[in-house]
């Protein structure tokens, strides 16, 4: 079955430290995939997608690019904020009539002044 | 403005006293479904509904009902709760499970 693998957190960077978070999926077909944050206390929200190999998704300078070859989806952002401390998660839907959606298990971001 | 609301934010109830969260979503989304969100285990699919009168198991569905007999309405029903459903519930919807889900704020459940 589906399932995705993300780096164990939690993770502490200092103010304008340089971000990534690996995220690495098993999959049949060609998924779509998925970056989402939770913010303390709120639901999660989209943050970035791709939906086919070699894509880029962005979105409030964080990025991340679909590789198929490595079957990863790794995340990144240049210079993170202390408004960026949140928990992440990695997801994806193999799509066809696959309609489950699998997440990874989080990972907790702390960002320190 | 476009939303999923749920219902009740907060609830501390007893072992086997049947209880149930609802959900809403005001966007005309086909996909509807829930998750149980753990420390240490991440976001789990409880059971999602790829339209109305169509519902299927995710990966965590034991002790879990849903029905959707609305395309707005999504409610869990917990028949006989039991302490290890002590969780955070989160309803999600989207046009389709392959874009963006929107979720709603969470219900925290305590069975006690």
């Known amino acids: 079955g589906d399932s995705v693998t993300q780096m164990e957190g939690p993770v502490t960077l200092s103010e304008e430290a340089f971000l990534t978070i690996n995220c690495t999926y098993t999959?049949?077909?060609?998924?779509?995939l998925f970056w989402y944050v939770q913010y303390p206390g709120e639901g999660l929200q989209l943050l970035l997608k791709?939906?086919?190999?070699?894509d880029k998704g962005s979105n409030k300078g964080f990025e991340a690019t679909y590789r198929k070859e490595t079957t990863s989806f790794h995340l990144e952002k240049g210079s993170v904020q202390v408004s960026d401390s949140a928990v992440y998660f990695c997801?994806?839907?193999?799509?066809?009539?696959?309609?489950?959606?699998?997440f990874g298990k989080g990972t907790l971001l702390t960002v320190n002044p | 403005e476009a939303q999923v609301t749920q219902n009740p934010r907060y609830l501390i109830t007893v072992t086997g006293k049947k209880l149930t969260v609802t959900c809403s979503q005001n966007?005309?989304?086909?996909?509807m479904s829930w998750y149980r969100q753990d420390p240490g285990l991440g976001l789990r699919q409880i059971y999602y509904?790829?339209?109305?009168?169509?519902?299927d198991k995710g990966d965590v569905p034991e002790g879990y009902k849903v029905s959707r007999k609305e395309k707005r309405n999504f409610p869990l029903i917990l028949e006989s709760p039991s302490p290890n459903q002590t969780s955070l519930y989160f309803c999600?919807?989207?046009?389709?499970?392959?874009?963006?889900?929107?979720f709603g704020p969470g219900t925290r459940l305590t069975v006690t």
């Open positions: 999600a919807s989207s046009l389709s499970p392959s874009v963006e889900q929107y």
């Open positions: 999959a049949t077909g060609y998924p779509s």
């Open positions: 791709a939906t086919k190999a070699d």
């Open positions: 997801a994806l839907n193999s799509g066809g009539s696959n309609y489950k959606l699998t």
């Open positions: 966007m005309n989304h086909e996909y």
């Open positions: 509904s790829m339209n109305v009168e169509v519902t």
